[in-house]
């Protein structure tokens, strides 16, 4: 049976007031957000963008969510989880005061933020899905106990996962560290030895003890690597980089993850995707990165896989071309969806409603 897919044509270009008038219209009428029960304790996941960044989704369009969810008599409160890498999102407080300087604060959200501490162990939870790689996922709690829970996911391209939308923004975006770490593994990063410099920066950073230097250049023991990828966030000539066959292994790992986030809420979640300002690379990238396709709109569904399909497919019409396998030659970010169906997440077949 074919998932609902609503959709609305926007433009990031567009009036403020506009975009947030067609998104109260899609939210009604997609019904996207009816799952919610008074009293409920609702989590809108999202990215609140690194430092350096404006890819994210804006802080405003989060009102018409959020006032959607408080009509419902439900309590809405926005979240992430922290990340491996070395940044602004390392920590929840610094984490929280990134969100806030975003501009996503209660004044023009309507809704608090909540950044858990990842480095207290009550925090996570152990969530057994049985998978082919991943038997217990470990995820941020604030996620597992919520009654509910919205994705609110900016799709865009991803260097490793050929893309990101609500896929990963659940499975990778509700996973606790040592989540992260499960996910990310088996990338150890490799040395363009010709853009080292020989700083030792990531030397000084890699928890692990995996990377030293010969001849004033970078060596990485895999071995010992753990894949965090603090060495890529602090390398000041992009000399650290990922190695691409392992991707399609980190996709598994991602949908799976979902699996975890998506357990016992089967009913009770709700996705909507920001396919407008679509960026090469995703928000965790600490700089402006370049655009690779027109604006689409935004689109909602209760199915993680059909929504991330309509939006790859609206994205490639406009563009003429698969964007995402021009901007990532190495991915395939079909893999994550059809390994999603495959598990039970959702399905490939969609019907697009267009507003």
Known sequence: ???????????????????????????????VLDFIHKNDR???????????NTGFVRPQYLRPVCDAIARCGANAFLSDANTLYRGKRLNSSDHLKLAYEHGFTKAVTGADVIIPDDTKKENTAAIEINQKFIKSASLMRIFTDADAIVAVSHFKGHILTGFGGALKNIGMGCASRQGKLAQHCDVAPVVYTEKCIGCGECQIVCPVKAIHLENKKSVVDSSKCIGCASCLAVCPTMAMFIDFGAGDKVQEKMVEYGLAVLKGKENKSGFINFAVKINKECDCWGMENPRIAPDAGILASFDPVSIDKASFDLVNKAGGRDIFKAAHPEQDGMKQLKYAQEIGLGSLDY????L
């Not at 989590?43 to 350096?52: D, N, P, R, S």
């Not at 019907?351 to 267009?354: G, K, N, P, R, S």
């Open 42 to 52: 609702v989590a809108v996941k999202l990215h609140f963008g690194e430092e350096g």
């Open 351 to 354: 019907d697009l409603i267009q």
């Open 1 to 31: 049976m074919k998932s609902k897919v609503y959709f609305i044509p926007v433009s990031d270009s567009n009036d403020l007031q506009a975009v947030n008038q067609k998104l109260r219209r899609l939210i009604s009428e997609s019904k």
